[in-house]
């Protein structure tokens, strides 16, 4: 059973950074996407960013590129995204999930796996 738990949430003033973990377990995640969301109060779930567990491959949503960096520590199992220059419309919980294979999707109905989130609320 696939395991994902969500850490690092908190609050943050503007222009300040937050990094974000999620713990992988359960399975060898070596043909596994992993890719974190977020769902802003009153709003649909959104992509954020998505990378490939073997080789690595990253893409992030133009929303957050240049600022968020998505990355993974495969001895660790665990999925990182560190996230600068956060601004208040960055506010959001935010969810990592995972799919088998390696294209990616931003489509959130194409990951089967997802952890319980985890609060980021950036103040102004």
């Known amino acids: 059973q696939v395991q994902l738990v969500e850490s690092g949430g908190g609050l943050v003033q503007a222009g300040g950074s937050l990094r974000l973990s999620c713990a992988a377990s359960g399975r060898t995640f070596s043909n596994y996407v992993m890719a974190w969301f977020r769902q802003a109060p009153g709003k649909e779930r959104e992509f954020v960013a998505a990378?490939?567990?073997?080789?690595?491959?990253?893409y992030h949503a133009d929303s957050v590129s240049g600022r968020f960096t998505i990355s993974r520590d495969s001895a660790k199992n665990t999925v990182y995204l560190q996230m600068n220059s956060l601004k208040p419309e960055d506010t959001a919980v935010y969810y990592c999930a995972a799919r088998t294979g390696s294209y990616f999707y931003i489509v959130q109905s194409e990951y089967g796996y997802w952890g319980q989130g985890t609060q980021v609320t950036v103040s102004s």
């Open positions: 990378i490939s567990w073997s080789g690595g491959r990253a």
